[in-house]
Each structure stands twice: as C-alpha cells, then as structure tokens.
C-alpha cells in the first residue's frame, strides 16, 4: 500500500460509484461520495459490505474499509478539498459536462478530475471547460473491486502530468493502469472487445455455427491464452513473417460492417434481449443464468486470489 493518502471525491453512488469508492478506501485513503438521491445514498454502505463479503474480507478489514468512507448530500461537500474526483454518473453528455463545469469551480486548483464514461471522447466531455488540462479519463471495468485494468485516457486537452499522477494513484490502489494515448470511443479494451463481438455476431448471421459452438470455441482456444498471452505478444511468438501469411487469407474475409449487425438488430425487434426475457442469441432457463453470474464472479475471485499472492 503507497504512504501517500488522498481525499478523493466520488461523484454518482451507483453501481461503479461505491465500487470504485470501496477501491480508494480499503487502500486507506479517506472518500467522499455525492449521491444525490436518499434512495441510492440509503444502499451504498450494504453493497460495499457485500462487495467486501464476497472478497472473503473479515469483519475488522470491513469496518476499517467503511470508515474511511463517507457520503454527502451536495457535490461540493465531496470535493471542496479533494486531491482527486471521479465522476461515475449517468451517462449522459450534458449530465457529465454540467458536473465538470460545477467541479472546476469547486475543487482546489490541484485536484484532478477523471470521468468514468464507459465509451464517450473525454474531450466532449471537457471541451471549453475552464482549466480542462487536468480533465481526465479513467475508465474502470465492472466489476470495479475484480478487473483490475482501468484505461487511463489521455483528452485533447489533458495534461501529461495530469496523466502520470492519475496513472500513479491507479497503482497505489493496486489496479493496472493503461494508457490510451488517443481519446477514441470505447478507448483500447472494449473496442476490442467489440471488434470480437462484430466478428461473432456476424458468424453466427452468416450460418458458420451458432452462438453456444462460437462460444465454446473462444472458452476453449485463444480465450484459455489470453490471460497469459496478449494478441500482439503471440503475433510475436508465432513470428510476423507467419501473422503476415495468415492475413493474406484472413483478412478479406472479416466482417466490415460499418454499423451494429442487423441480425441484432431484428433480434431486439423481435424481443429477444438475452437474459432479460431468457432469450438472445441462445435461450436461457433460470437455473442457466445463475450458473453463468454465479461462475463469472467465483472466477473473477480465484483469478483476483491468486493476483494477492503473487
Ligand atoms: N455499469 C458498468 O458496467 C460500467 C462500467 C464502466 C463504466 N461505467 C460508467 O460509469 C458511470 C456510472 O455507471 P453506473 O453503472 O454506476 O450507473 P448507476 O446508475 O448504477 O449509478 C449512477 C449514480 O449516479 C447518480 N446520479 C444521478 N444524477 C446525478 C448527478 N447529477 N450527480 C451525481 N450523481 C448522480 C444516480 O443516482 C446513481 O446512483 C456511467 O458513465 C457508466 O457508463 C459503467
């Protein structure tokens, strides 16, 4: 854990909010969040507990996680003497630049000012916000307590030294910060991620397998490497001059949609929304969807476990 302590500001209590909060305070330093609703403000200390519980923390490292953590029924009681603020509202444009154009105003004048946005250009966020070099993106991943990455994203007008002191705090709280030197929608990770999704969709429209085959082949293939192995690092590993072959063949034969695939689209159309009616690209009974929540989480804790120990 770093020495150094922080007053950091939590905007927005939801989902990523408290998560993030639980993050800064279990690492020592003392948080702010602003909710603006009782309803949200009311839930936010039984959801970290949880959160801390399904992480195997004990009553004392629990109690000592939520003392550091308070919440505030206005913006500027959580950050009138913050170090740094992140922003996990709505995400909603106008929202988020009302909330920067207040926070600039608000915060001392060292304070960074980092969005959570899940795929919207920090620079619209920022854009003609007074003193907007030290407006930055930090884009965690849900959930925020067990994927460690969080894109740290670099905006037109954003600081490199705004940028080195965000990636610094992001290590002293134990997550791995990534640099996205470009601020392009979806960042580095989900538009990967996505690309992957197109592909699949698209083989799945084009009658190649269907969804459960696609899936099974990621979990069993290149998915069993990827923790261990990047994309690029195995282009290295098998050699360029082999990648450059397998290009020649792959390539032309990638999806090029310039839009979201309309096989989704008619699947929305006809209701089908995935686990929400118990129908997507596969159907799914109860029993089903609780297997896939309850082995995603227990994953994500044997992999955030054995992290700990190394
Ligand atoms: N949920 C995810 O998987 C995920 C992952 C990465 C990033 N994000 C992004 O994080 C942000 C928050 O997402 P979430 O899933 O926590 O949403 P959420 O709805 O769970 O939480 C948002 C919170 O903000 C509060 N809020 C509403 N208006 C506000 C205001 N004016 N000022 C401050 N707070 C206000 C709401 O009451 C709510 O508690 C969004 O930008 C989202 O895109 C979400």
Request: glycine share 8%; with cysteine; aromatic share 6%.
């Amino acid at each position: 854990m770093g020495a150094k302590k922080e007053k950091i500001g939590i905007i927005g209590g939801g989902l990523m909010g408290a998560g993030i909060a639980q993050i800064f305070a279990g690492h020592g330093h003392s948080v702010k969040i602003f909710e603006p609703f009782e309803a949200g403000r009311a839930g936010i200390f039984d959801r970290i507990t949880d959160n801390l519980e399904t992480m195997g923390q004990n009553e004392a490292q629990i109690k000592d996680c939520l003392s550091h953590i308070s919440l505030t029924e206005t913006q500027l009681d959580a950050v009138h003497d913050a170090d740094f603020v992140t922003e996990a509202a709505p995400e909603k444009l106008e929202l988020k630049r009302s909330i920067f154009t207040d926070l600039v105003a608000q915060v001392p004048a060292h304070c960074i000012l980092a969005s959570n946005t899940s795929v919207m250009p920090i620079t619209g966020i920022a854009d003609g916000i007074d003193s907007n070099q030290r407006i930055v993106g930090t884009h965690w991943w849900n959930p925020p307590f067990l994927i460690p990455l969080v894109e740290v994203v670099q905006a037109r007008d954003t600081s490199d030294a705004t940028v080195d002191a965000t990636m610094d705090i992001l290590s002293r709280i134990g997550k791995v910060p990534a640099r996205c030197k470009k601020d392009t929608p979806g960042f580095i990770a989900n538009r990967l991620q996505h690309a992957l999704w197109r592909e699949s969709i698209a083989m799945v429209a084009e009658g190649i397998c269907d969804a459960e085959t696609l899936d099974t082949c990621v979990k069993n293939s290149f998915g069993l490497r990827l923790p261990q192995l990047g994309p690029l690092e195995n282009a290295d590993l098998v050699g360029l001059p082999l990648t450059l072959d397998i290009h020649k063949t792959m390539i032309p034969q990638l999806n090029l949609h310039d839009r979201p695939h309309e096989f989704l689209e008619a699947k929305i159309q006809d209701g089908d929304l995935g686990f929400a009616t118990k129908k997507g690209f596969r159907n799914w009974t109860d029993d089903e969807i609780d297997s896939v929540r309850k082995n995603l989480l227990e994953y994500l804790m044997r992999m955030q476990n054995q992290r700990s120990q190394q």
